[in-house]
């Protein structure tokens, strides 16, 4: 195949490369499965308009790969896709664009005659005659009139260390040795169906001989099983003494091969309040060669850096020079390497009186708090519009990124040579922001350090951290290393009730909508909630949101929302429900029926939810926060 010409077989959204199947996973076409390829891979020859500017974003994914000792990264860039190339197969500029792709498995099975064999076996035939329909691409076996369809075999490897194989076929068939009668034997991959989860018999052809695949499956299954090889085909590489990891057989497409690890931050307006390290860190592509006092008024002049006339200038050049010495490595590693801090800068101006001039892309406006709600909130705001901007920073295997156990999942990279650039994506959208008002919040914290439940919830994330340590972690273990804070618990379970009611409300889906919480630290204590839209088409922006914001809706929203969470179809089961010992799930009075959100909108995994800290489910009334006349 012509290096110049490459052929589709698909597309994808820019949200589905970040989330769902982005780099090293695979993807499964109509007629086969792909791998989508690391970033040295990725071509974006002949556009100009590929770069997401956040420099807010940006920051976080340095600070983030700085934590995993990788190479800076200048650039946040989008898929790359050219318009009209699939209706211009013979445009070689666009026919070179996209994001690349290559079949695995890379073994196949004929779906007439059950032959197995690798795709450089020559056993089968790529076939796409018309590249206006690239779905219709497939592999065919010329074994009949026809040539029947031949598709991926299921079966993969996959290690802790995020490794992913191929299945050892012949040599499993063969029981670790080789063919009797051929070096490289045909296989014959029989499916029996039934009521087993895997009941397929692996034959050679040329020997005669056979295995079942149960005989992988496992932990007895893999003492069966070959060293992993420390292979990672989305960068062509192996490690070349193995992996000390154990493989484990699991069919290709299963939902825990793959992980995505991401960051995600909101455009918000330049801030003249805010810290000028953070500016200089956020937007340092773009200040970095301010050094000088003439330099620092050319650069104040024009329009696009306004944002510099509310600064001293010897200050903000002495911010340049500290942070270039950061770079340089000439402050301590473990200030250079903090992690990032992005839910503060968004709670400032949120929550800022007065608040900043609305932009393309950031808009507040502030609205009158109902009377019957005013001992709960101190500001309801209508976010009339927002952009999220996202970043893929890498994946991991069978094991999720974890926030409450970061040790137990191993990062695996993008791209085989450090690049410039991460995969990201924006979207648009309005949303809803609450401020609880502190005075209530803080009263009720007070209130939380002698409550059994609440002690219970602390003890169960001690526990869950405990039960997932690593054995590679060095040094000591702290159990209540990120434990979020009572007010992150009252905050996320009022803001799953407030999503559940917004959604019968104002015709989004609970799946469209996210939810970003702003509970601080002991430090800085905050009390917000923002409950947005975080969907890539125009069903984000069509207003439905912001409007329930409004004083006669959002009362009643806020009523029944609480009338709702006091009775659950599975009270009292759920009424009662709270992590003892020895159990280590991190949610109380919380399920399906009640609490529980998709993944795609809770930011922790339906995890630090109690509905009984925001009405009384009993007697115990002492422990809910919800002021008396608004409880149901």
């Known amino acids: 195949m012509s290096t110049n010409y490459f052929r589709r077989v698909g597309a ?204 992988a499956m496992g932990d007895r299954g893999r003492r069966n099983l070959p060293q992993c090889r420390g292979r990672h085909p989305h960068l062509g590489s192996y490690q070349s003494d193995g992996c000390d990891k154990e493989p484990t057989l699991m069919v290709a497409g299963a939902s825990n091969q793959w992980f995505p690890m991401t960051l995600s931050a909101l455009a918000l307006p330049p801030s003249r309040n805010g810290n000028l390290s953070e500016l200089v860190e956020e937007r340092w592509v773009e200040v970095q060669g301010v050094t000088s006092r003439v330099v620092f008024d050319a650069f104040a002049a024009t329009p696009s850096f306004a944002y510099l006339r509310g600064y001293d200038a010897e200050a903000f050049i002495a911010a340049v020079q500290a942070h270039r010495d950061r770079l340089e490595g000439n402050t301590p590693q473990a200030e250079a390497a903090a992690p990032p801090d992005l839910l503060s800068p968004e709670w400032t101006v949120l929550s800022s009186s007065p608040m900043p001039d609305a932009t393309d892309d950031f808009a507040l406006e502030a609205m009158p708090v109902p009377d019957a709600l005013t001992d709960l909130f101190a500001d309801v705001r209508q976010v009339q519009r927002l952009r999220e901007a996202r970043a893929l920073i890498g994946f991991t295997r069978l094991d999720a990124p974890d926030p409450e156990a970061p040790e137990i999942a191993t990062r695996v990279r993008l791209d085989r040579t450090s690049q410039n650039w991460v995969p990201a994506s924006e979207v648009r959208g309005e949303g809803i922001f609450l401020r609880v008002r502190e005075d209530l919040m803080a009263e009720w914290e007070e209130r939380m350090s002698k409550s059994p439940a609440m002690q219970a919830h602390r003890e169960a994330f001690a526990r869950f951290r405990t039960n997932r340590k690593s054995d590679r972690l060095q040094g000591s273990f702290d159990p209540m290393r990120g434990w979020p804070g009572e007010r992150y618990i009252a905050l996320h379970s009022l803001s799953h009730l407030l999503i559940r009611t917004i959604a019968l409300e104002c015709g989004y889906s609970s799946a469209s909508l996210a939810e970003r919480i702003y509970a601080g630290d002991e430090e800085r204590p905050t009390t917000g909630i923002l409950i947005y839209t975080a969907v890539p088409d125009s069903e984000g922006t069509l207003g439905g949101l912001v409007s329930l914001a409004e004083e006669p809706h959002f009362e009643r929203i806020m009523r029944r929302a609480l009338r709702d969470a006091s009775r659950c179809s599975s009270d009292p089961l759920c009424a009662e429900r709270l992590p003892r010992d ?51």
């Not at 790969?65 to 860039?77: D, M, S």
Request: charged share 20%; hydrophobic share 35%; glycine share 8%.
């Open 12 to 215: 994808a959204r820019p949200s589905h490369l970040m989330y769902t199947a982005g780099v090293g996973s695979l993807i499964d076409l109509p007629n086969f499965s792909v791998l989508v390829k690391g970033l040295e891979s990725w071509s974006h020859g002949g556009l100009t308009d590929y770069v997401i500017d956040e420099p807010r974003l940006r920051t976080a994914v340095n600070r983030s790969l700085q934590l995993y000792g990788a190479a800076r990264v200048e650039e946040l860039r989008s898929a790359p896709w050219m318009e009209g190339a699939d209706s211009s197969p013979k445009d070689r500029a666009a026919q070179g664009v996209g994001v690349p792709v290559t079949p695995f498995p890379q073994w196949l099975r004929c779906t007439a005659c059950n032959i197995l064999a690798p795709i450089d076996a020559e056993a089968f035939t790529f076939v796409n005659n018309n590249p206006r329909t690239p779905h219709e691409a497939k592999f065919v076996h010329d074994c009949k009139p026809g040539k029947p369809l031949a598709v991926a075999a299921r079966f993969t490897l996959v290690c802790t260390d995020g490794h992913l194989d191929e299945f050892p076929y012949a040599p499993f068939v063969h029981h670790g040795n080789d063919c009797v009668k051929m070096p490289r034997p045909l296989l014959r991959m029989k499916d029996h169906g039934g009521n087993q989860a895997a009941n397929v018999t692996l034959e050679c052809v040329a020997c005669g001989e056979k295995r079942n695949i149960r005989d």
């Open 582 to 632: 020895p159990a280590d799930y991190l949610h109380g009075a919380a399920c399906h029926v009640c609490l529980f959100v998709s993944e795609t909108t809770c930011e922790r995994g339906n995890r630090f939810l109690d509905r009984r800290f925001i009405v009384p489910l009993g007697d115990e009334t002492d422990q809910v926060l919800t002021p008396v006349g608004l409880r149901p």
